[in-house]
């Protein structure tokens, strides 16, 4: 492992970044956004429901996980389509840097891609809906370590479908989070969704963190086993991503996706 | 003269399609060996192979001695590859992305390689550039200069001057005979442009259907088919049918 490598492929997208106002408008625009709906939303829910009665900053939290999570998975995507778009795939791919080292650099850099966009949104919510997400206490470090993790392995199993399949791959990039969302029990308990629905959830480590969140905020106990199963789903999926980014490389030197990756 | 490429009756298939049926070939160290061919020849698959992005289904490719199944990061770390088809990313300036690709390849005093190549190359107005506002001579020298940012041993050329003006051309031909000649390194250019082939190839392979279908020098190739230049020869191979060679 190099880490001369990994810092020159965090350099290309950093001055990417850095080059670019657009860019890094772009970064903070949305999670801003979303945090200040679900803010007002929140308000409204507070103060018309039993159930948030006690925790007025249960949705709004819940969304700045949410918001999270999505923003990892979708800025790895975007640093592995970044090349594609550019024609510089085929550049990338000649260096003599291993799976490994790309896989690092690119995980490293969704995360401050993420925090940059995250920091603002949650500095917000303080003075905006006098909620601070810091509230879920030492535990909170846990649940973004296990959002970044799954985000980052949903990451990566797009940018091994982009590998296997080429550009058309890309929609599905974009679709993934959507997916899962409505599994993940972002904003609303387990039970609510249909028992074949929940079968799925429980397969998933989102459930777990959303519902620790909401288990934190509402009832102020912490439930240790919910965390635990986070990080043990998240292991294995983790795991089988990395083996299906392997397998795809060599499925693309097969296929030679590599070499028409721009067109 | 040592072999710096060395391939050995590679086979490359796409399910039932053979793009390329087992070809052999060498370059020797200081030698620019010509690859033509068709569209569809196999030339792309070629050098695919031997840029470690395709798995031939068949056969072996040495670099500098080293089999590339089993040293395929040392071998890329004396290798590099230019391509009218891939770019640099166009929103970083030109001395960002030799900058980047300098620690790609862990390159040694990135600044003086840097200056020597701007300098070699005549970009160092242009370094400051964005480089997706350059010029296509302009970023063509500059795909060059990040080509030869590694010092490689092995240089793959694909259509290397396609689409530049006839003085850019020029210059750029000039400076790879002159590199090649100081650093002794082995080339391998695909192109369509006979002329360029004939001034800077010491021999030539001719590719048809994945086949290796004539090869030797561009003067002996001319004389043996009877024509006046590279052109003509390529014209009479690439309509005739394989069967002939």
Same mark, same amino acid.
């Given at each position: ?10 350099? %290309? ?9 657009? @860019? ?28 948030? /009665? ?16 999505? @923003? ?9 389509? =970044?090349?594609?778009?550019?024609? /510089? ?13 790309? $896989? ?49 392995? $949903? ?15 890309? /929609? ?20 609510? $969704?249909? =028992? ?43 795991? $089988? ?13 097969? %296929? ?8 | 003269?040592?072999? &710096?490429?060395?391939?050995? !009756? ?42 470690? &992005? ?7 490719? *040495? ?34 992305? &030799? ?57 793959? &050329? ?11 051309? !020029? *210059? ?61 020869? *390529? ?8 069967? *002939?060679?």
């Amino acid at each position: 492992m190099s880490f001369t490598r990994i810092y020159g492929l965090f350099l %290309r997208h950093f001055y990417l970044i850095t080059r670019s106002f657009p @860019r890094v408008l772009d970064l903070v625009y949305w999670p801003t956004i979303q945090i200040t709906l679900w803010g007002f939303i929140s308000n409204f829910f507070a103060t018309h429901t039993t159930y948030y /009665n006690n925790a007025v900053g249960v949705i709004l939290t819940c969304a700045i996980l949410y918001d999270f999570l999505f @923003r990892t998975s979708i800025g790895f995507n975007m640093l592995f389509l =970044e090349e594609i778009w550019s024609r /510089n795939f085929t550049n990338l791919f000649i260096t003599p840097m291993k799976i490994g080292e790309i $896989l690092t650099s690119l995980v490293i850099t969704a995360l401050i891609r993420s925090l940059i966009g995250l920091v603002p949104a949650v500095l917000l919510t303080s003075p905006l809906f006098g909620i601070s997400i810091l509230e879920l206490g030492i535990f909170l470090f846990f649940l973004f370590l296990s959002l970044y993790i799954f985000g980052i392995t $949903l990451g990566i199993l797009v940018s091994s479908g982009l590998l296997r399949f080429g550009p058309s791959f890309e /929609n599905i990039a974009w679709s993934t989070m959507f997916l899962l969302a409505p599994f993940g029990c972002i904003y609303y308990p387990i039970e609510t $969704l249909p =028992e074949v629905f929940q079968k799925i959830a429980y397969i998933l480590p989102l459930v777990y963190i959303f519902e620790e969140a909401r288990n934190i905020l509402i009832n102020q106990t912490v439930d240790v086993e919910n965390i635990y199963n986070a990080f043990i789903w998240n292991a294995l999926y983790f795991t $089988l991503s990395i083996i299906l980014f392997y397998y795809s490389f060599n499925a693309a030197k097969n %296929r030679g996706t590599l070499i028409n990756m721009g067109e | 003269m040592k072999n &710096l490429i060395e391939v050995k !009756d590679i086979k490359k298939n796409y399910g039932k399609k053979e793009a390329v049926k087992g070809i052999s070939f060498n370059v020797q160290e200081n030698e620019i060996l010509g690859l033509l061919g068709p569209n569809g020849s196999g030339k792309t698959t070629t050098i695919g192979m031997l840029l470690g &992005l395709l798995k031939p289904t068949s056969g072996q490719i *040495f670099i500098n001695n080293l089999k590339l199944e089993n040293h395929r990061i040392e071998i890329l770390e004396m290798i590099n590859f230019i391509s009218p088809y891939i770019e640099l990313p166009k929103k970083l300036t030109v001395k960002q992305n &030799l900058y980047v690709y300098s620690k790609l390849y862990k390159v040694k005093n990135i600044e003086k390689r840097i200056e020597y190549l701007s300098e070699k190359l005549r970009i160092e107005d242009l370094l400051d550039s964005i480089t997706g506002e350059l010029s296509s001579g302009q970023k063509n020298r500059v795909s060059l200069a990040k080509a030869l940012i590694n010092e490689p041993k092995v240089l793959l &050329l694909d259509e290397p001057t396609a689409s530049l003006d006839p003085e850019v051309g !020029d *210059f750029v031909r000039t400076f790879l005979e002159e590199y090649k000649r100081e650093k002794k390194i082995s080339i391998l250019l695909a192109s369509h442009n006979m002329s360029e082939v004939t001034r800077l190839c010491k021999s030539v392979l001719m590719m048809k259907n994945g086949e290796i279908i004539d090869q030797g020098k561009p003067d002996d190739l001319i004389t043996k088919h009877g024509r006046t230049n590279l052109e003509e020869v *390529f014209l009479k191979l690439s309509r005739s049918k394989s069967e *002939f060679y």
